[in-house]
Structures are given as C-alpha cells and as structure tokens.
C-alpha cells in the first residue's frame, strides 16, 4: 500500500510537474514569438522613411562617404556631396546620377573654419537645411610617431574634429526643426589607439567624444546621433592614405591589412549597414567582428590589449625619414605578392572613385593630404 500510495503519488506529481512544463513551454514559446513580433515591428517603425529628404555627406566624393550617398539617395533622399576637389565632386555626382540620385556637390574643406561656414550658409540659404547629417571626412598619414610633424596632428584634428564640431553645430538648429539625424563615421582607433596612426587616432578619439557627448545633451530635442565604430574596411582607401618613414613598408603593412578578407568589411555591405542603423535610430554601431573582438577585450582586460599594442608596434617599421608618399605612389614600389593580397581593396578603389586618373588628377578629393572614405 504504501509503495502504490507512493507511486500514485509520485504519478500526481509527475503528472502535474509535466502539465506545469507543458504550460511553461507553451507560455515561453508565445513570449518568444510576441517578442521577436515585437522587435519586427520596432524595427519596421524604427526605419524611418527619408523620401524627399535632404542629406548632407561630407567626404562623399569617393570611398564610403560615396557609398552612404549612394545607399541614402537609392532611399529617395537628395543627396549634397562635399568634398575638397571640384573634379572627384564631378565624378562623384555623375556616379550618383548615373544610379538616379538626386545629388549635388558642394566645394568644402573641413579644416577650414571659413569654408565650413560657408557651406552651412548655402546648405540653410539654397536648401533649407538638411534632414540628415554624415560627417564622414577624414585623412590617414600612416608611420611612426617620431616621423610625424605637430602639422599632421593639427590637419587631422582640424579635418575629423574640429569640421564635423563647427559643421554640426551651424546645422543643429535645422536638424532640431526637422527631428533629423547625425552619422559620424569614427573608427575602432577612436576607441583603441592604433600604432603608426597616431594623428588619425587621436582625431578619431576626440570624434567619439563629440558624437556621443552631443548625443547626451541633445536628449529630448528630436535630434538622433549615431556613432559609428568600423573596423577594417575594402574602400580602397589605402591608394589615398599617405605613408612617412619607412614609406614602402608602411604602405605594405597597412594595404595589406586593408585589404585581407577576412579582418575587413566590403564597404557596400558596411554603407548599407550605417543607413539601416541612422534611420533605425540606433545610437552605436560597431562593424565587423574584429572590432567587436577588440572592443570586448579592451573592456575587460586594457592591460593586454595594450601590451598587445606594444608588441604590434615593435613589429611595424621605424624609419623616420621626413619623405611623404601617397599610398597609390608607394604601391609603384611593392611587388606581385603583395597586390595578390589587396587584389579585393584594388577592385574597390576602382569601383568608388580611389583612383587619382578616374578622377581627373592626382589632386582629386585628396588634395595633397591623404584621405579615408
């Protein structure tokens, strides 16, 4: 009897426990699935329609900058394009018209307080102001920091920190009007200091800060910013860089990083990613799984990440010699091997406008200063 009472007993309970999990099972499946339904529709209200608007790119003559002109006018939107140099802005906006965006394009450099002030005028006099801000103009000069000069840390911050700061402020009042929105393109150097990139680093740190200090202060106005954190891109940006130093061992080491598959990012899925992102409202954006990698090991333990710096930076070469080199004249110098592995960053530089003789000279968007896109 009391080994049946036992039994029956546990078969109660038994009975109960597996309609309590029958209910429990049936309950979390249709919390999952209310969920992801949620996060669909989120996502779906999240993605605002930018048709008819009006977007402001800088750095958009070529690389990503072009790429997120060409993503933001595919979704409707008019595109302005600002860039340094009248022939790759040409380009850049035949580019644009010939995939049928409404795109324009405006002569600026960023470094220069007057002609940001300038552009923001015409930007408010000609168009009423914009509905979405890329700040995504930058310049890379790759070597040691004993080869680098106070002038490339000055052009560098004038160019990635003090142009996006004077440009979004002159533009914030519209945005604020138009609930608009603020994209800056910053890099996983702005977050880890990258040896032999000091200038840009430093640059890139200082964005950061504006970006998401800005983004903190504007809460409640309407205004969404966006941080962008890429890793590693194919823009073909390493032909526009310039190397000091040891200028054909800079350029080898940085091109073919650039340019390796797997650490880097096809900069068209990467523009769609950004505009996806911007429209959804989110307020970071971390691109590719190495710099997620480096973010995560950075949080947890700096120490070695740092250590790990240090080591890179023994390993990267040390000339100081004064002698500056665009990327696409130290490329003259490598050989065959080293163009197996930037075959896929090649191709890119060909496809967004890289190319100096694409775009009607070696001054291009360039100018005498290598430039990111």
Known sequence: MRVGGRGNGDRGRGGSTAAFAGRAAVAGTAAAAGAAGLAALCRRRGEADIAGCTALVTGGSRGLGLLIARELGRRGCRVLVAARGADALDAAVADLRGEGVDARGLVCDLARDAEVTALAARIRDEYGGVDVLVNNAGVIRVGPAAAMSEDDVAQALDTMFWGPFRLTRALLPGLRERRGRVVTITSIGGRISVPHLLPYSCAKFAQVAL????????????????????????????????????????????????????????????????VAAALRGRRHLVLTPAARAALI??????????????????????????????????????????RALTRLNDRAARRFNQVPAQRGGAAGAGGPRGREG
């Open 211 to 274: 970006s998401r200090g800005l983004d903190a202060e504007t809460a409640g106005s309407g205004v969404r910013f966006t941080t962008v954190v890429p890793g590693l891109m194919r823009t073909g940006s390493h032909l526009g860089i310039e190397v000091t130093g040891s200028t054909r061992a800079e350029y080898t080491w940085f091109a073919a990083a650039a340019g390796m598959p797997v650490l880097s990012m096809d900069a068209e899925r990467a523009a769609r990613a950004i």
């Open 297 to 338: 090991a950075d949080g947890i333990s700096p120490g070695l990440v740092q250590a790990a710096l240090r080591t890179t930076a023994r390993l990267l070469p040390h000339g100081q010699s004064p002698a500056v080199r665009t990327g696409a004249q130290a490329r003259r110098q490598t050989g065959v091997f080293l």
